[in-house]
């Protein structure tokens, strides 16, 4: 999977990848707990949700702590939502990162500090891991 576009926004660069089929909330809550779990291994920076890109963001973080960091145990994060961003260090890739989903969109968005062809590939590694792991390809 390769990025459809990398913008560098003098903070960070942000990555935008497309994939070849939509995905709705379901889809959205069971790929950012597999974030949460593989990725953060449960330790998230934020977990906002907002209706639309761009509108007011409600932050989650301290909800989804004390329901032990599981989004199936947050009724107010069930709620259905128009966007989820879940951000936080990661061992794995070394790195803060942030992930941003759009419902009913087939938009995946991920926010790094770098953005070398190396970083670009562990990015890339890490959303076809999502992407497996959570069955979207059924």
Request: with cysteine.
């Amino acid at each position: 999977m390769k990025a459809k576009d990398i913008i560098y926004t003098g903070e960070n660069y942000k990555y935008l990848f497309e994939l070849p089929y939509g995905y709705g909330y379901d889809r959205m809550l069971t790929m950012a707990q597999f974030v949460i779990d593989y990725y953060l291994s449960g330790k998230v920076g934020s977990f906002r949700t907002s209706i639309l890109p761009g509108s007011k963001e409600k932050e989650y973080k301290c909800l989804l702590q004390l329901h032990g960091n599981r989004v199936d145990r947050c009724k107010r994060i069930q709620k259905e939502h128009g966007v989820i961003y879940l951000s936080g260090k990661s061992s794995k890739l070394d790195d803060d990162i942030e992930i941003v989903w759009f419902n009913q969109t087939n938009i995946i968005g991920v926010a790094s500090h770098f953005g070398d062809k190396y970083h670009e590939t562990k990015i890339e590694m890490m959303l076809e891991s999502i992407i497996g792991n959570c069955n979207l390809y059924q």
